[in-house]
């Protein structure tokens, strides 16, 4: 059978909303509409966005499950004239990761995601039954391999079966993957060998948004059976992206690859039978290319990202953030404003004795920067409290660690209580580098309900800093913020270098040990010296108990505590 020459290709990359299957389900008619309206013969959706990624313990709940196949046929109906492959939950003889075909008021088949990915953020083995069978489209003689991210990753998987077995013109793989730095590069390195290996066209398209700790940039991509990159989407947007992809020019690259010839395998995939493509339209005129973010602008965006959506999801209107006049609270500060508006930002400065007034200056400079709102509260009458009913107790101690605590957990008791009162979302500013340390006041600068830059270590927030101000091309955030010594200000002429070793020191090590699990022998191997690696460690075990209890925050790098990075408590290894 002759296949037609060129087939339309519409990719819907999405910002969904995890269990809002009503919310979810008209967006995705709507976005199916969008399609139709380009001329599209097939338009398709990110894993499981009907559902939202990932569903978690949702999908132990049967009624869930249930709700979303109805919901799933409603999008069917909307299916008129076009083919829409929809992720969602299928049920059988257990549930399955699924991509719904659907076609003109019905499911024409599905395609159960075969690989389940159970590493890192991912636990799919915890809910999923794993596909066993390879699908294919065949539009008039056109085939396309329909595949779900995991699916793509492995190069003797679906993809191959599809392309060399089943004579696959186009592997599309629709996708929920989750961000971090670095990882577009690998991706698309990634993409780029399976189009070439296979001598197909591979379409991948991919969910946009936050989800709790998660981001998904979207940066859906097509390239063509050479790996050249045809179409790339924008970074954290929602968008469509509508393609003519020319199976001519697979046939004609195939005809010249006797490599396809000695792996072609027998035709046993589960084959769903749909229309040709239409014949009667204009050719789409050739989109330029989204330009890729550098890593300063990709990681700020999905903090931006995380932070819009984690508060707009939850329903949160505004957000209160506690300003010291230091460099995490004027960068919690700005990423709040981008996300949010400037409207929707209170910032709160609450000095005591200790506070310089070089750092309640900053602040106000910030907030006036910003254009945001500012409330004053001074917390010195309430330390003096808190000294006399503990004299009695603390009577012969010296004033140490705890008489400082007392002031940072006085400031989260004052952020929470405006929470409480105006229904304002607290942003807790700790960064990676004294999370890992334990560097942080547990009920004090920790209380909040996001911790936004909670995966950006020290080094990074001064970098986002000067990003920030770099693209703004005026000083957002105050030059004396970014050049002073850092410091918690929790007693005189405090310093964080009295207490953890330089930044510029202390990041690499955190970066080998927590992100790259490297041992003390070999972190003194690799050149640090070994009384500040075994003094690091040594902090990083211990404040597991206070990680366990941080706020969430977005996740921008391969090793997230949390999600990622999963220690006992209690653990004696090591000691």
């Known amino acids: ?225 050479a790996g050249d990159l045809m179409v790339r989407g924008r970074q954290f947007e929602e968008e469509l992206i509508v393609a003519d992809l020319d199976l001519d020019a697979v046939f004609r690259s195939r005809l010249r690859e006797p490599r396809r010839r000695q792996g072609a395998g027998a035709d046993s995939a589960a084959v769903i039978s749909l229309p040709a493509p239409r014949p009667d339209r204009a050719p789409l005129e050739v989109r330029d290319l989204a330009e890729p973010l550098d890593e300063e602008s990709e990681i700020y965006r999905a903090l931006v990202l995380g932070a819009r959506d984690y508060v707009r999801k939850n329903r949160f209107g505004k957000v209160v953030i506690g300003l010291s006049g230091g460099i995490d609270s004027a960068l919690t500060a700005v990423i709040a404003v981008d996300a ?66 007392i002031q940072a957990r006085i400031r989260g008791n004052l952020v929470m209580a405006l929470s409480n009162k105006f229904g304002w979302l607290v942003f807790s500013t700790g960064n990676k580098s004294e999370m890992s340390v334990g560097y942080c006041t547990l009920y004090g600068d920790m ?50 270098s009295d207490s953890l070793p330089e930044y510029a020191d202390l990041d690499p090590i955190l970066l080998a040990y927590v992100e790259e699990d490297r041992g003390v022998d070999e972190l003194i191997g690799m050149g640090f010296d070994a009384e500040t690696v075994r003094r690091v460690v040594r902090m990083v075990d211990a404040s597991e108990y206070k990680r366990r209890q941080a706020a969430p925050g977005v996740k921008i790098t391969p090793r997230a505590f949390g999600r990622d990075r999963r220690m006992p408590i209690t653990n004696g290894y090591g000691r």
């Open 340 to 405: 949010l508006g400037e409207g929707n930002v209170v910032g709160v400065l609450m000095p005591s004795g200790h506070s310089s007034e070089g750092s309640i200056a900053d602040s106000r400079a910030l907030g006036r920067n910003l254009g945001i709102e500012l409330l004053e509260i001074p917390i010195s009458d309430l330390m003096h409290a808190y000294d006399g009913a503990l004299a009695p107790a603390f009577e012969g101690r010296p004033v140490d660690v705890a008489e400082e605590n």
């Open 1 to 225: 059978m002759a296949h037609p020459p060129t087939i339309r290709l519409a990719m819907a990359q999405l910002d969904v909303v995890v269990g809002d299957l009503e919310r979810n389900a008209r967006k995705i008619v709507e976005w199916i509409g969008r399609a139709a309206g380009e001329g599209a013969d097939v338009v398709a959706f990110p894993e499981l966005a009907l559902t939202g990624y990932p569903p978690e313990d949702l999908l132990l709940k049967p009624g869930f499950i249930d709700a979303n196949l109805d919901a799933l046929r409603e999008i069917a109906r909307a299916a008129a004239g076009i083919t829409a492959i929809v992720g969602f939950v299928n049920r059988a003889d257990d549930i399955y990761n699924a991509a719904a075909v659907l076609r003109d008021g019905r499911m024409a088949g599905a395609h159960h995601k075969v690989y389940l990915p159970n590493y890192g953020v991912f636990d799919e083995f915890r809910y999923f039954q794993a596909g066993r069978t390879s699908t294919l489209l065949d539009c008039g003689g056109a085939r396309i391999g329909l595949s779900i991210c995991e699916d793509i990753w492995y190069p003797d998987g679906p993809v191959l079966e599809q392309a060399m077995g089943q004579g696959a013109a186009v592997v599309l793989n629709v996708s929920s993957s989750p961000f971090h730095a670095g990882k577009r590069q690998w991706k698309e390195r990634m993409l780029r060998t399976r189009a070439a290996d296979n001598a197909a066209i591979v379409a991948y398209v991919n969910l946009v948004g936050g989800q709790d700790e998660l981001v998904f940039d979207g940066h859906s991509m097509i390239f063509d059976p």
């Open 447 to 496: 209380a909040g309900g996001f911790a936004v830059i909670k995966d950006v270590t020290k080094t990074l927030v001064y970098r986002l800093a000067r990003h920030c101000n770099r693209v703004a091309g005026r000083e957002r955030i105050p030059r004396e913020i970014l050049v002073k010594e850092p410091s918690a200000e929790l007693r005189p002429d405090q310093k964080d």
